[in-house]
């Protein structure tokens, strides 16, 4: 990995909008070197392969797999690289499901410019970064009953998808509410949902969704 003459940390950012990766490059100004950009899974896996950056800002949810394909394919081969989640979802899934996957750092978009700037260079120096009420979740995960929050058979079944899927199902989203949320189709919602019933042994989504709130998946 190669670091700027001048110090600056090497920054990669991953998110699937434009102007928010815009923004984010302005209010990061000269604190840190953004070396590049992605917009999709595919991109970005190619992009940080190619840069291996000191740190990757990275969005949880795009539209081809999100924040945990990202990692879960650059981390075996990459494990130099740092990765910190920058998110509007504050919760506890993402949050927990990101630190699992190898992300440092976990903070959502309301965090001010010079705070999220010693955040990247936080990480980049091997500390973990949360926002305040994050930090929470992560104890809780990792400090209470661990066995249980970890290991649960049920959930190995289903893909990162379809428990987005559900987690969004279980906090009341209409089919295409949720479409709109991920960036799919209705249709592609509805095969989602059959799947989970099938893989859960289940009739309906009341079912599902109490199953889900009894797992604190939303």
């Given at each position: 990995?190669?670091?700027?003459?001048?110090?600056?940390?090497?920054?990669?950012?991953?998110?699937?909008?434009?102007?928010?990766?815009?923004?984010?490059?302005?209010?990061?100004g000269g604190s840190v070197e953004v070396v590049g950009e992605a917009s999709t899974v595919p991109q970005a896996v190619s992009v940080i392969t190619a840069l291996t950056p000191d740190v990757v800002l990275l969005d949880v949810?795009?539209?081809?797999?999100?924040?945990r394909a990202?990692?879960?394919a650059i981390r075996p081969t990459?494990?130099?690289?740092?990765?910190?989640?920058?998110?509007?979802?504050?919760?506890?899934?993402?949050?927990?499901?990101?630190?699992?996957?190898?992300?440092?750092g976990y903070v959502t978009k309301t965090i001010a410019a010079d705070e999220l700037a010693d955040a990247v260079k936080r990480v980049a120096d091997g500390d973990a970064v949360?926002?305040?009420?994050?930090?929470?979740?992560?104890?809780?995960?990792?400090?209470?009953?661990?066995?249980?929050?970890?290991?649960?058979?049920?959930?190995?079944?289903?893909?990162?998808?379809?428990?987005?899927?559900?987690r969004l199902l279980a906090r009341g989203y209409a089919y295409k509410e949720i479409a709109s949320e991920l960036f799919i189709s209705v249709k592609t919602v509805e095969t989602h949902v059959s799947s989970v019933l099938r893989k859960l042994q289940m009739s309906n989504r009341?079912?599902?969704?109490?199953?889900?709130?009894?797992?604190?998946?939303i």
């Amino acid at each position: 990995m190669t670091t700027p003459t001048d110090g600056r940390v090497r920054v990669v950012l991953v998110d699937d909008h434009g102007m928010f990766r815009a923004g984010v490059r302005a209010e990061l100004g000269g604190s840190v070197e953004v070396v590049g950009e992605a917009s999709t899974v595919p991109q970005a896996v190619s992009v940080i392969t190619a840069l291996t950056p000191d740190v990757v800002l990275l969005d949880v949810h795009m539209p081809d797999g999100g924040g945990r394909a990202v990692l879960e394919a650059i981390r075996p081969t990459l494990p130099q690289v740092k990765f910190l989640a920058l998110s509007v979802s504050d919760a506890a899934e993402d949050v927990i499901g990101l630190i699992r996957a190898g992300a440092r750092g976990y903070v959502t978009k309301t965090i001010a410019a010079d705070e999220l700037a010693d955040a990247v260079k936080r990480v980049a120096d091997g500390d973990a970064v949360f926002s305040p009420r994050l930090a929470g979740f992560v104890l809780d995960a990792f400090t209470q009953r661990p066995e249980t929050v970890v290991r649960d058979p049920e959930l190995d079944l289903l893909t990162n998808r379809e428990r987005e899927v559900l987690r969004l199902l279980a906090r009341g989203y209409a089919y295409k509410e949720i479409a709109s949320e991920l960036f799919i189709s209705v249709k592609t919602v509805e095969t989602h949902v059959s799947s989970v019933l099938r893989k859960l042994q289940m009739s309906n989504r009341y079912e599902l969704s109490r199953w889900a709130v009894d797992r604190r998946l939303i």
